[in-house]
């Protein structure tokens, strides 16, 4: 068993196998090219406990989709895996709301769901990517016309992130809310800005993501979402694994509240 972010050398004709919940991927090496094939899995299950399972120096099987190839024209042996955040914002359907009184500012953590890309060779594009959890799409928005198509997923609400436990594919969120409204905020689910998020390993075991502050702001209906520039827990190693897929050029930005908090 390999485990996530890593390099790997592929001979001529030699296969990795990556499950998922759902699904088996084969990524093969051929001459100039790669090929990526996919196989459901006849019983879908994720334990979430478990590092990526990838598997090499196994056989191609039979009469296998395959999803797509890269050709490039060259001899290139390296297969890297890389953890990175979602390509949708991440949609958190609360148990129990929450309220947040008037002029206060509460912290929480969540654990957030991974994907992983695929990179041939020293590309600095992603060959292919990938959730090892499924998640549903979720519609997030006031209404068909205003919204954006999300996923869906659930975590714990912790107030301490030391309660919890190390997650393989997920990352760990430091989340503030910020109610500077002379009004109670009332929160039954929030819309996460995954694509802003980098993915930092912390002391070689865990992943973590960078904190992000979401401000009610007073006598309006906008939001502001600043993000801090580096993880909030202590630590004695600290790696970038993936930067943000989207970087906004201010820290802040302005949002209506309909667009973040249900």
């Given at each position: 068993m390999l485990y996530a972010n890593e390099t790997l050398q592929l001979e001529l004709g030699a296969t990795?196998?990556?499950?998922?919940?759902?699904?088996?991927?084969?990524?093969?090496?051929?001459?100039?090219?790669?090929?990526?094939?996919?196989?459901?899995?006849?019983?879908?299950?994720?334990?979430?406990?478990?590092?990526l399972v990838v598997s090499q120096r196994i056989p191609l099987p039979?009469?296998?989709?395959?999803?797509?190839?890269?050709?490039?024209?060259?001899?290139?042996?390296?297969?890297?895996i890389v953890p990175c955040m979602a390509d949708r914002n991440l949609v958190l359907n609360l148990d129990k709301p929450i309220v947040v009184?008037?002029?206060?500012?509460?912290?929480f953590y969540l654990a957030l769901p991974l994907m992983y890309q695929l990179y041939i060779g020293n590309s600095k594009q992603p060959f292919y990517e990938f959730l090892v959890e499924r998640l549903p799409f979720s519609w997030f928005g006031s209404n068909t016309r205003r919204g954006e198509l999300c996923y869906q997923f659930e975590a714990e609400v912790l107030q301490d992130y030391e309660q919890a436990a190390p997650i393989p594919h997920r990352a760990m969120l430091e989340l503030r809310l910020c109610n500077r409204d002379t009004d109670h905020?009332?929160?039954?689910?929030?819309?996460?800005?995954?694509?802003?998020?980098?993915?930092y390993k912390v002391d070689g075991s865990r992943y973590w993501t960078t904190a992000l502050t979401i401000t009610?702001?007073?006598?309006?209906?906008?939001?502001?979402?600043?993000?801090?520039?580096?993880?909030?827990?202590?630590?004695?190693?600290?790696?970038?694994?993936?930067?943000s897929r989207l970087r906004s050029e201010a820290r802040t930005i302005l949002r209506a509240l309909e667009a973040i908090i249900g």
């Open positions: 990795v196998a990556i499950e998922t919940q759902t699904d088996t991927l084969y990524v093969q090496r051929q001459s100039q090219q790669w090929r990526l094939y996919k196989q459901a899995r006849p019983h879908a299950q994720c334990n979430l406990d478990q590092a039979d009469n296998l989709e395959m999803v797509k190839s890269w050709m490039s024209g060259e001899q290139e042996s390296t297969l890297r009184p008037a002029g206060r500012r509460p912290k905020l009332s929160i039954d689910k929030i819309n996460l800005p995954a694509q802003f998020l980098p993915v009610n702001e007073k006598l309006t209906d906008e939001l502001s979402l600043h993000y801090a520039k580096s993880v909030p827990c202590r630590y004695d190693s600290l790696q970038l694994v993936s930067e």
